[in-house]
């Protein structure tokens, strides 16, 4: 950590920044950190699933660069709904810098297919597994994300459904609309992003914004 900090100093004293070596001194800030932080899953009373999401966040934050425009926006507490655009598999992450309490609702058969991705979703990232297709005769595909609502949860939903094209919106599936039907007087606030896609920035400085989000005025559906 102490070399990482001497290295950036010099580069800046004796002008010799690049892209590069900036990308290569924040990706050091990371592993130093999580070097330092992950040992504490040993810790007797710590939860290591929550160490490891957190260390997982700040390192989102510090790789990224998340901006936020008119962050007093983002709902405080639940119940709510936050809708989000879908274009990266960082986006999940992303938004969960914001709103450490989001559970998102995310595709059965994609994430629950192996054990290792299982784990992951459900124990760290703390996703709300839907099943997705015709559901059979009488079944309620969102009753656990009802039951999550009714408690106080705060769940992210990504209308579109799947990953679109970065910077484009897809239509959007029907599962969002009969949601916020069901619950009218839950808030729903969108929160549309631009720059979270699979590259890292192409930046001279990697602390530059590489995904900005702009929070939306939540409205109800009443009908």
Not at 46 to 51: E, N
Not at 118 to 146: C, M, S, T, Y
Request: aromatic share 4%; glycine share 8%.
């Amino acid at each position: 950590m102490a070399l990482n900090a001497i290295d950036g100093m010099l580069a800046r004293e004796h002008a010799m920044q690049t892209p590069l070596g900036a990308m290569l001194n924040e990706l050091g800030d990371v592993v130093s950190d999580a070097a330092l932080y992950l040992p504490l899953c040993w810790v007797p009373g710590l939860s290591p699933v929550l160490v490891v999401a957190v260390v997982l966040v700040a390192g989102l934050i510090i790789g990224l660069g998340v901006n936020v425009r008119h962050r007093q926006r983002l709902p405080r507490k639940g119940p709510a709904i936050v809708v989000a655009n879908h274009n990266s598999r960082l986006d999940t992450l992303v938004l969960m810098t914001l709103l450490p309490r989001l559970r998102p609702v995310a595709a059965m058969d994609y994430f629950l297919h192996n054990r290792l991705l299982a784990w992951f979703a459900l124990n760290i990232i703390g996703i709300l597994p839907v099943q997705r297709g015709q559901p059979a005769k009488g079944e309620d595909p969102f009753a656990e994300v009802h039951r999550v609502l009714e408690a106080g949860g705060i769940l992210l939903f990504f209308p579109e459904g799947t990953r679109g094209q970065p910077e484009r919106l897809a239509g959007f599936k029907k599962g969002i609309t009969r949601l916020a039907q069901h619950h009218p007087h839950i808030p729903v606030t969108p929160v549309p992003r631009n720059g979270a896609t699979e590259q890292p920035p192409a930046t001279p400085g990697i602390r530059e914004s590489a995904c900005l989000c702009s929070v939306v005025p939540s409205a109800r559906l009443n009908n």
